[in-house]
């Protein structure tokens, strides 16, 4: 029966229909134009513990201050981080950043191979895997950038870490903005910068490299040979790593601009030379928000819950010792430290990867030694750093002086035992002993001999020494607290790092 009332209902029906579709288009349009109007940065990490943690944090800050993000990681290290924590079964198995987003960051997640399958023993078989990285990963990054700039809203710049070879190869084939992310201080930066000059000098390359200090590098004082990397500090410059060195710092001079995980007041001069030639923007320290444990999980190995141990300590009264997610450490000089924390008789945690003498070394301490240390000290294989290192029992931290973990000892205001091993180890451990004050240096000779731990150790712990530490670490810690703070001078950077991307951004795309 025809029914006009019926009829005018369906055809307002049909017209709110065609203005909801309408206006649904035009939500998705403005959202996709939003998105076209972001800056989508592919990031990736360089695949060792030690790079991935300031990445992944990295990512997080940026995607807060409005970036689209697609995080990388290698399947390897995608693997290790999702079997560490095996305990979870759920959707963070697949994608490390489900918690990020849930808070409403912009985050999406991908792995690429490195070129070996997932079996490969990488830290025993370290200088092949090093020439997969130097050689066969950037096809795998290439065929991977390929599609994401061909996807929706596409990738406009790459953010990577300073150590992978290829990046101004790919950002010249995709028309990127070209971000180097540097994970350790300026002054290693700069002495790598400089290599050529260390070479003229003699210092570096030379069957019989000088032994005086080295006082013409732009923004360096003066510092000795053996505060160099070790690197720089090798008779044979031919290895693997160093023909990556090489690569890298032809790269990262091409680079647009060169984020920095420091502190501008913390190496000034440094950063100001270093800025005369490349935008160079010190945001550090890049920590996740509030220095509590991160949403996102980056440890490779599972860790184990030491509060209940602590809890039952007194107030600073425990040195946590921790050699890293990477060096090794010869038999004979964990050996003289076992031996030497008997002798301080200080309560103690020591972190002790499994591999820290080598993957085909089972047991690394003395024989008796484990069961010795009963209710004095705690070894366990892994843990999270930041849990351990902001606990009120902890009063030093004997470390290998990895440049993340004296980030946050500083932010807890804890003093440095310091025992370099490798790489940027021994320029850092300058910086914190001979810089800034808060350290004691463990390490006068090849080897260790357990009086001098002993010795250390207390000085480190207890009595006037330790208050004087106590004191010049906390001051350093007030400069991070400023830089970070609204007017500070890494918030400031990163702003003016981000307004600077958006000009590159949009005029990459004219």
């Given at each position: 029966?025809?029914?006009?009332?019926?009829?005018?209902?369906?055809?307002?029906?049909?017209?709110?229909?065609?203005?909801?579709?309408?206006?649904?288009?035009?939500?998705?349009?403005?959202?996709?134009?939003?998105?076209?109007?972001?800056?989508?940065a592919l990031m990736m990490a360089y695949p060792l513990q030690g790079h991935v943690i300031p990445s992944v944090h990295l990512a997080m800050k940026l995607a807060s201050k409005g970036f689209i993000i697609t995080f990388v990681n290698t399947q390897f290290v995608h693997h290790q981080i999702t079997k560490s924590h095996h305990h979870?079964?759920?959707?963070?198995?697949?994608?490390?950043?489900?918690?990020?987003?849930?808070?409403?960051?912009?985050?999406?997640?991908?792995?690429?191979?490195?070129?070996?399958?997932?079996?490969?023993?990488?830290?025993?078989?370290?200088?092949?895997?090093?020439?997969?990285?130097?050689?066969?990963?950037?096809?795998?990054?290439?065929?991977?950038?390929?599609?994401?700039?061909?996807?929706?809203?596409?990738?406009?710049?790459?953010?990577?870490?300073?150590?992978?070879?290829?990046?101004?190869?790919?950002?010249?084939?995709?028309?990127?903005?070209?971000?180097?992310?540097?994970?350790?201080?300026?002054?290693?930066?700069?002495?790598?910068?400089?290599?050529?000059?260390?070479?003229?000098?003699?210092?570096?390359?030379?069957?019989?490299?000088?032994?005086?200090a080295i006082n013409y590098v732009p923004g360096v004082r003066s510092i000795q040979r053996k505060d160099l990397a070790s690197y720089l500090q090798a008779n044979d410059s031919s290895t693997v790593v160093h023909r990556i060195i090489y690569k890298a710092f032809e790269q990262v001079k091409k680079a647009d601009v060169i984020i920095?995980?420091?502190?501008?007041?913390?190496?000034?001069?440094?950063?100001?030379?270093?800025?005369?030639?490349?935008?160079?923007?010190?945001?550090?320290?890049?920590?996740?928000?509030?220095?509590?444990?991160?949403?996102?999980?980056?440890?490779?190995?599972?860790?184990?819950?030491?509060?209940?141990?602590?809890?039952?300590?007194?107030?600073?009264?425990?040195?946590?010792?921790?050699?890293?997610?990477?060096?090794?450490?010869?038999?004979?000089?964990?050996?003289?430290?076992?031996?030497?924390?008997?002798?301080?008789?200080?309560?103690?945690?020591?972190?002790?990867?499994?591999?820290?003498?080598?993957?085909?070394?089972?047991?690394?301490?003395?024989?008796?030694?484990?069961?010795?240390?009963?209710?004095?000290?705690?070894?366990?294989?892994?843990?999270?750093?930041?849990?351990?290192?902001?606990?009120?029992?902890?009063?030093?931290?004997?470390?290998?002086?990895?440049?993340?973990?004296?980030?946050?000892?500083?932010?807890?205001?804890?003093?440095?035992?310091?025992?370099?091993?490798?790489?940027?180890?021994?320029?850092?451990?300058?910086?914190?002993?001979?810089?800034?004050?808060?350290?004691?240096?463990?390490?006068?000779?090849?080897?260790?001999?357990?009086?001098?731990?002993?010795?250390?150790?207390?000085?480190?712990?207890?009595?006037?020494?330790?208050?004087?530490?106590?004191?010049?670490?906390?001051?350093?810690?007030?400069?991070?607290?400023?830089?970070?703070?609204?007017?500070?001078?890494?918030?400031?950077?990163?702003?003016?790092?981000?307004?600077?991307?958006?000009?590159?951004?949009?005029?990459?795309?004219?």
């Amino acid at each position: 029966m025809y029914n006009p009332q019926l009829i005018l209902h369906f055809s307002a029906l049909h017209h709110l229909h065609i203005l909801s579709v309408c206006l649904s288009l035009s939500t998705e349009r403005q959202k996709m134009e939003n998105n076209h109007q972001k800056p989508h940065a592919l990031m990736m990490a360089y695949p060792l513990q030690g790079h991935v943690i300031p990445s992944v944090h990295l990512a997080m800050k940026l995607a807060s201050k409005g970036f689209i993000i697609t995080f990388v990681n290698t399947q390897f290290v995608h693997h290790q981080i999702t079997k560490s924590h095996h305990h979870n079964h759920g959707p963070e198995a697949e994608d490390i950043f489900v918690g990020a987003r849930k808070s409403g960051l912009d985050i999406r997640y991908t792995t690429v191979s490195d070129g070996f399958p997932l079996g490969f023993d990488r830290s025993l078989h370290h200088d092949q895997f090093m020439e997969g990285l130097l050689h066969v990963m950037s096809a795998h990054v290439d065929e991977l950038v390929g599609k994401l700039v061909a996807s929706e809203p596409p990738v406009n710049c790459l953010i990577v870490d300073t150590f992978f070879v290829w990046s101004s190869m790919i950002c010249d084939k995709y028309n990127l903005v070209n971000i180097s992310f540097w994970t350790e201080p300026a002054l290693v930066l700069t002495l790598y910068y400089h290599l050529d000059l260390l070479r003229i000098n003699g210092h570096f390359g030379a069957p019989d490299n000088r032994e005086d200090a080295i006082n013409y590098v732009p923004g360096v004082r003066s510092i000795q040979r053996k505060d160099l990397a070790s690197y720089l500090q090798a008779n044979d410059s031919s290895t693997v790593v160093h023909r990556i060195i090489y690569k890298a710092f032809e790269q990262v001079k091409k680079a647009d601009v060169i984020i920095c995980n420091t502190v501008q007041e913390l190496e000034p001069d440094t950063l100001s030379a270093l800025q005369k030639k490349q935008p160079v923007y010190a945001i550090g320290p890049i920590f996740p928000t509030g220095f509590a444990k991160s949403p996102v999980a980056t440890s490779l190995w599972s860790e184990s819950d030491c509060n209940k141990w602590l809890n039952a300590k007194p107030n600073r009264s425990v040195l946590y010792i921790s050699f890293g997610s990477y060096a090794h450490a010869s038999k004979q000089d964990i050996w003289e430290i076992a031996y030497g924390l008997l002798l301080s008789e200080v309560s103690f945690i020591w972190v002790l990867r499994p591999d820290i003498v080598s993957s085909d070394e089972s047991e690394p301490l003395p024989p008796g030694f484990r069961d010795q240390i009963k209710g004095k000290g705690l070894v366990v294989p892994w843990c999270c750093q930041i849990e351990v290192l902001s606990h009120s029992s902890i009063g030093g931290f004997l470390t290998h002086c990895g440049w993340n973990s004296i980030l946050e000892s500083i932010w807890c205001c804890i003093p440095m035992l310091c025992f370099p091993l490798l790489t940027d180890q021994f320029t850092n451990r300058k910086l914190v002993v001979d810089d800034w004050g808060f350290g004691v240096n463990l390490r006068d000779e090849e080897s260790v001999a357990r009086e001098e731990v002993a010795r250390k150790i207390r000085r480190l712990m207890t009595g006037g020494s330790a208050d004087e530490l106590r004191k010049k670490v906390t001051e350093v810690r007030t400069a991070l607290d400023n830089a970070l703070g609204p007017s500070g001078s890494s918030e400031k950077n990163l702003n003016d790092l981000i307004d600077d991307l958006k000009v590159k951004i949009a005029s990459n795309k004219q």
